[in-house]
């Protein structure tokens, strides 16, 4: 065993003699170059793969960058629709109440902010709110439900301890007392139609009416004040030889646009 080591120690150290001898005479260079020339290909083509490899790698790195941050964007993007959402809701809030409380400074009524919580037809076919409030509020039945600047959108037809619901003046079965702003001598009772518009009925031939008068509440009924806006005449329906005519009026506020309302309590 220690003879085999021997020889190995006496090749290699004959080797290193032979390059050293190689390196004096010149010889080193062109066998560098012999090396260098057989290898080249081979390294060549190393080099390309290797240019593949880290470019798949760079592609792959960039793709999970690019898809990280796709998102993170879709993640901003979606916050920022939900916070102009929010925004938006708030905005309509704010105008509402401004509204309410511009028509409160200029009458003295008793009175309590409520949310609608339901807009919907009844099983009955009645269109129907439903509004957070009820009898422990002061709430009772007949009592106006008021939008914006003084308008009435209808009135109440059920309370409970916590909860009310109210017709909505383009329900075919609901009813307010109305007559003409700033006119003399015309009264009645509005009706829903279609859930679209409100009709006056049974205006006489001989009453004065005309496009674009502003109806309002006429103070006929018990818990509703004199003055609230109904909405204003759109057309006006006179058949020959009928007694009466109709006028069609169109609702002074959308009811899909609004969730905050108040109800008078005097």
């Known amino acids: 065993m220690s003879n085999f080591f021997s020889k190995k120690i006496a090749a290699i150290f004959f080797a290193a003699i032979f390059i050293i001898f190689l390196h004096y005479i010149g010889a080193l260079p062109w066998a560098e170059r012999y090396v260098s020339f057989v290898l080249n290909p081979i390294e060549k083509i190393f080099f390309k793969q290797s240019v593949k490899i880290t470019s798949i ?39 509402a109440l401004r509204e ?117 509440t006429s103070g006929l009924e018990a818990e509703i004040p004199k003055g609230l806006i109904i909405g204003e005449v759109q057309d006006i329906k006179n058949e020959p030889n009928n007694l009466f005519k109709t006028a069609i009026i169109n609702p002074a506020i959308d009811l899909n646009k609004i969730n905050i309302v108040s109800v008078i309590i005097n």
Request: hydrophobic share 40%; with cysteine; charged share 25%.
């Open 100 to 216: 309410q409380l511009q028509f409160y400074t200029k009458y003295n009524y008793n009175k309590i902010l409520v949310n609608i919580i339901s807009k919907s037809i009844s099983t009955d076919q009645r269109q129907v709110i439903t509004i957070d409030a009820g009898e422990l509020s002061g709430l009772k039945i007949g009592q106006p439900v008021i939008a914006g600047e003084g308008v009435i959108i209808g009135k109440l037809i059920e309370v409970r301890e916590n909860l009310s619901y109210a017709c909505v003046a383009t329900d075919k079965n609901c009813h307010l007392a109305a007559t003409v702003s700033g006119g003399e001598g015309l009264s009645g009772l509005t009706q829903g139609d279609l859930e679209l518009t409100v009709n006056l009925d049974f205006v006489p031939q001989n009453q004065a009416i005309e496009i674009s008068d502003v109806i309002i």
């Open 57 to 95: 790698y760079d592609k792959q790195s960039d793709a999970k960058i690019l898809s990280e941050k796709n998102k993170e964007l879709e993640q901003k993007i979606s916050d920022f629709l939900v916070e102009n959402v929010n925004l938006a809701i708030l905005r309509d809030e704010n105008k």
